[in-house]
């Protein structure tokens, strides 16, 4: 029997053992557990491979139940044998829990007409690999031959991405999609338990501004969840961010009558239901994030005015931009700041550990105009710290500030500009431009996690070592700094003298604005 028939009847038969074991949290599974479940889950799985043996027949008389047997003892055998045995029986337990969830939507299809469990699969189609996620990004343009959706016409999606920067899984999506945010992972979570509720945490997908849904996936395989549609009256700006705890997602909103910017509260924990909503104390509210003392929020009010179904901006001449914070239990306004020009719109965030927000700013002046468009503040401070540029040069961004991710074990800080086609990395200690990368239509960043160790062992206590940034041209960047002192440069790095290393991998399909680490 082929590999392909082997792994799916591994699969098969550990989709029971995965149901029976989600009530013994609290275990580490050893290879020993492992291979024994396997076995004595044989008799329960009998039936399913009697029914996929029946079918088989049909385009194989020869085919023969031995075929099974020899299939399932040969990959034993492999998993079993070798130095690499456990990465290889961590795949398989990740292959196992996705399998888990192909079965359970495939039984929801085929489930009685009247059932209450909205058929997502109309609208989403995804593909997996049994490889554990470290980010996740929108596409905007799927390979033709996988997107295969017929309401997708366009390929829009969303992708898991592992530590090497191959695709895990990928979602079509019915729109284009822009913020991703991913659940945290629950305060108290021991480090037993810690891998496999890493996987189960959820990704919220926002859709472009103006947008009227969001949609909840599984972090682990990219099946759609939940689909959440706006209010009456109510548009969605993109971006949203959870409690620290995970339980409540904040979402940024428009007031499609009176244009006034809202923040939109809504509950984790029973399906994504709108329990709340605030005043962001401003215009066209894009990106907020969460404070480290886990009670504020921090919104970026952008102070431009969008109509409804609409991307026109209405009042750039007026447009009036701040940086708010606000007790998210109850909305109350903590502090307000503004840029020095009215046409410095703040768009998007990033927050240090130690409560510095990084500020990137999108400037709607005109372009003659020189302006600092990398900003930081912290509570209490009455203005805006612009970080510094060789001879002011801020054009080198034309004016356009996508993405901004910080690093704040090291002190790093990375902004990217589609516009002016490169990713700069910033020392935060000297606030200082460390140096910038060309990288042609740049815009997702996060930080780069440890990819050394093997699959499903990958250490997430490990420092990591700069920043990954994906582009629109299907490229997904790792950009590795070698200034610091911790940094040991090889030979060829000093005689080049490189403060930046870049290594590129391709994908075929085009990357959009955001990507986020889980």
């Keep these: 029997m082929s590999t392909i028939e082997a792994s799916t009847a591994m699969s098969a038969a550990q989709t029971h053992d ?114 554990p996620v470290s980010w996740v990004s929108g596409v905007a343009s799927l390979p033709k031959d996988q997107a295969t959706s017929s309401q997708n016409e366009h390929d829009f999606g969303v992708v898991g991405i592992d530590a090497d920067r191959q695709i895990v899984w990928q979602t079509t ?7 991703i945010v991913v659940q945290p992972l629950p305060i108290n979570v021991s480090e037993v338990q810690h891998n496999t509720v890493e996987q189960r945490r959820d990704v919220v997908v926002m859709g472009r501004r103006p947008s009227e849904r969001f949609w909840v996936l599984n972090t682990s395989n990219g099946q759609v969840q939940h689909a959440i549609t706006a209010d009456v009256d109510r548009h969605f700006y993109g971006h949203a961010c959870y409690s620290l705890d995970g339980s409540l997602l904040y979402v940024t909103e428009n007031d499609t009558v009176s244009l006034a910017g809202k923040i939109g509260i809504y509950d984790a924990n029973d399906a994504y239901q709108k329990v709340a909503e605030f005043d ?84 709607q002046g005109e372009k003659h105009i020189n302006v600092p468009l990398v900003l930081t503040h912290k509570r209490g401070d009455a203005s805006f710290t612009p970080l510094t540029m060789p001879n002011n040069q801020w054009q080198r961004f034309h004016q356009y500030i996508a993405s901004v991710a910080v690093d704040s074990e090291r002190n790093l800080l990375c902004v990217t500009t589609p516009i002016g086609g490169c990713a700069a990395i910033y020392d935060l200690h000297t606030r200082e431009l460390i140096d910038d990368v060309s990288l042609p239509d740049c815009a997702g960043a996060s930080v780069l996690v440890n990819s050394s160790a093997s699959v499903g062992e990958i250490d997430k206590h490990a420092e990591p070592t700069g920043f990954i940034v994906s582009d629109g041209q299907g490229q997904l960047t790792a950009l590795k700094v070698t200034v610091l002192p911790e940094v040991k440069l090889n030979v060829n790095d000093v005689e080049t003298h490189e403060q930046i290393i870049k290594d590129s991998q391709l994908h075929m399909m085009s990357f959009d604005n955001h990507l986020q680490a889980l």
Excluded at 173 to 179: A, C, L, S, T, Y
């Design 18 to 131: 995965q149901m029976n074991r989600s009530n013994r949290s609290g275990r580490t599974s050893s290879t020993h557990e492992l291979l024994t479940t396997s076995v004595l889950t044989a008799v329960g799985t009998a039936a399913l491979v009697g029914i996929h043996h029946r079918y088989r027949k049909q385009q194989h008389p020869d085919a023969s139940l031995q075929d099974y047997v020899d299939g399932i003892c040969t990959q034993l055998q492999v998993l079993r044998v070798g130095p690499d045995s456990t990465p290889k029986l961590s795949r398989l337990r990740y292959a196992c829990e996705q399998a888990a969830a192909t079965w359970k939507q495939a039984y929801h299809a085929v489930g009685d007409d009247n059932s209450d469990v909205p058929d997502f699969a109309v609208m989403h189609t995804t593909t997996m690999l049994a490889r």
């Design 280 to 363: 962001s104390y401003g215009i066209g509210p894009h990106e907020l994030i969460m404070h480290p003392d886990s009670e504020t929020l921090v919104i970026a009010n952008g102070g431009i005015k969008t109509e409804q179904a609409s991307r026109e901006e209405l009042n750039l001449d007026t447009m009036r931009p701040s940086l708010v914070y606000l007790n998210r239990h109850d909305g109350t306004l903590l502090e307000q700041v503004t840029p020095e020009h009215n046409q410095m719109s703040v768009r998007h965030l990033a927050m240090h550990d130690d409560g510095t927000v990084m500020i990137g700013i999108q400037f």
């Design 173 to 179: 999506m019915p729109e284009r999609v822009h913020d």
